[in-house]
């Protein structure tokens, strides 16, 4: 059974930093695209930073471009991402997305809050 | 990006009736070349993460009742429940995997009984 398992979220300042993990389970983690896709409170679902099988190419929304990096661990089996300089507008649950070969989101973590206030 | 919109924002819909749910992105997303059209509608309950139903614009994934369906193609695409049980009572989103790796949303659609 696929599982992804999506933590480190919390409440923290405007300016701070966090670093979410999703565990990947139940699937060759490493020949898989990952996504994180994020929904802010009463907004639509929005896609903010994918990553290829190796890890050597990541892409980012501009709305976190230069302040989000995406990573994979596929060792471990997990998926990152570290984020700074973090904004009121940044609070949203964060889930991770097991991308399908032809490009369709398949499996969702559960997603994880991140609070950003003072 | 490809801008994607949905209609209505919100829906009621009395058991066992149909539901219809539109989808509108602001540049095609058919591919040609393997004639396939990049557009899944994703089904969102309270609490819970978005799930799959349809991809390729009407392909039903593994497990989702066949009162649902996917039509449309290009820029226009409809979601529809044949028949509307208490069950299907969520948000509901369309998204295009066209331009990759940037995979837009619609703004959802609220469905009540």
């Known amino acids: 059974e696929v599982q992804l398992v999506d933590s480190g979220g919390g409440l923290v300042q405007p300016g701070g930093s966090l670093r979410l993990s999703c565990s990947a389970s139940g699937f060759t983690f490493s020949i898989y695209a990952m996504h994180w896709v994020r929904q802010g409170p009463g907004k639509r679902l929005e896609w903010i930073s994918a990553?290829?099988?190796?890890?050597?190419?990541?892409f980012y929304a501009d709305s976190v471009k230069g302040r989000f990096t995406i990573s994979r661990d596929n060792s471990n089996n997990t998926l990152y991402l570290r984020m700074s300089s973090l904004r009121s507008d940044d609070t949203a649950v964060y889930y991770c997305?097991?991308?399908?070969?032809?490009?369709?989101?398949?499996?969702w973590g559960q997603g994880t809050l991140v609070t950003v206030s003072s | 990006d490809i801008v994607m919109t949905q209609s209505p924002e919100s829906l009621t819909v009395s058991l066992g009736e149909r539901a219809t749910i539109n989808c509108k992105s602001s540049?095609?997303?058919?591919?040609?070349?393997?004639?396939?059209?990049?557009l899944a509608w994703y089904q969102q309950k309270p609490g819970q993460p978005p799930k799959v139903l349809i991809y390729w614009a009407s392909t039903r994934e593994s497990g989702v009742p066949d009162r649902f369906s996917g039509s449309g193609s290009g820029t226009d695409f409809t979601l529809t429940i044949s028949s509307l049980q208490a069950e299907d009572v969520a948000v509901y989103y369309c998204q295009q995997y066209f331009s990759t790796p940037v995979f837009t949303f619609g703004q959802g659609t609220k469905l009540e009984i």
């Open positions: 997305v097991k991308v399908t070969s032809n490009n369709w989101y398949d499996y």
């Open positions: 990553i290829s099988t190796t890890g050597d190419s990541t």
């Open positions: 540049q095609s997303v058919f591919f040609s070349s393997n004639n396939k059209n990049y």
